[in-house]
C-alpha cells in the first residue's frame, strides 16, 4: 500500500504565497509521475502541475508564472510553491503520483486566498 500525506494549505490574502508538501510512503519502489491537482466547490477536479522522473515540468496556462512543481526523490515528496495567489486559486488541492502501474491520491489540503 501507498499513502500520501499533504502539508501547507491555509488561508492566504491575495498576492501571497503558500508551500504544498505531499510525502509518500509505503510500498514505494519507483515513482514515475508526481503531479498536483485542485478542485474549487462545484468544479470538476483540474490538473495544476506536474513533473515525471525526470523532471520534466508541465503546468496549467492559469499557474504559469506562478506557481513551481518540483520533487525530491529521495524523500518521494513533491512540492507546490504557490506565489502571486489569486482568489481564484481558492481550492482543495490533491497530490498525486504513479508507481507501480497505479495512481495515488492524497487526502486534499484546502488553500484559501482572500481578496
Known amino acids: 500500500q501507498v499513502q500520501l500525506v499533504e502539508s501547507g494549505g491555509g488561508l492566504v490574502q491575495a498576492g501571497g504565497s503558500l508551500r504544498l508538501s505531499c510525502a509518500a510512503s509505503g510500498n514505494i519502489f519507483y515513482i514515475n509521475t508526481m503531479g498536483w491537482y485542485r478542485q474549487a466547490p462545484g468544479k470538476q477536479r483540474e490538473l495544476v502541475a506536474i513533473i515525471s522522473s525526470g523532471d520534466i515540468t508541465n503546468y496549467s496556462d492559469s499557474v504559469k508564472g506562478r506557481f513551481t512543481i518540483s520533487r525530491d526523490n529521495a524523500k518521494n515528496t513533491v512540492y507546490l510553491q504557490m506565489n502571486s495567489l489569486k482568489p481564484e486559486d481558492t481550492a482543495v488541492y490533491y497530490c498525486?503520483?504513479?508507481?507501480?502501474?497505479?495512481?495515488?491520491w492524497g487526502q486534499g489540503t484546502q488553500v484559501t486566498v482572500s481578496s
Open positions: 498525486n503520483i504513479y508507481t507501480g502501474g497505479s495512481h495515488y
